[in-house]
Structures are given as structure tokens and as C-alpha cells.
């Protein structure tokens, strides 16, 4: 599980380091193992974002099947559902992609 925590300015880092806190808490209590955990500073309307650009790209390549944010909006201040379909893209494709060569491997 991937937990990213975001705020929008550097004079927010006390609510970066809280957010993280309850991230942190909420997955101890319900038992979610936190592979890496994703800390950004950074406006929710900028996609240039260094870690949310790296994000993306994990998730493009496969590497990452679940993440875990406190609010949508921390993820992005829009188009969170274009971001949501993008991902559930990516992963039919890489299940289509393994299936595809696992028919391959049997021939």
C-alpha cells in the first residue's frame, strides 16, 4: 500500500506531518501494511508535481495496485476521477498483458 499525504505550501507542514499521523494511524488500526509512504508539498492544481508525477508513473508501469490518500483532493484539486479511470486503465491493461502471455507461454 502506497499512503501519499500532500499540503500546498511549505508553511503547512505541521498539517503535512498530522495527516501523516492519521494516515500512519488508520492503516495500524485496520491492519494495512504501508509499503511507502509519499510526502508533497505542492498545489493541488499543479500535475507537475516531482512525487505525484512519479506516482503516476509507477502506476503506468504496474508497480503500484493500491493507494491510500485522506482526501481526494490530495491526490489533486481536479480531474481526480480522470486520474481514477487512468488507473483502472492501467491495471486492466496489465491484467490483459499477463493473461495475453500467459496464452503465449502454453503454446
Known sequence: ?????????????????SQVKSMESYCSSNGIKIDELIKEIGGGMDFKRKKFLQLMDDVAKGEISKILIAHKDRLSRFGFDVLVMFAVLMVVSWKSLIKSLCRQKKK
Do not use: A
Open 1 to 17: 500500500m502506497i499512503v501519499y499525504c500532500r499540503v500546498s505550501s511549505s508553511n503547512q507542514k505541521d498539517d503535512l506531518e
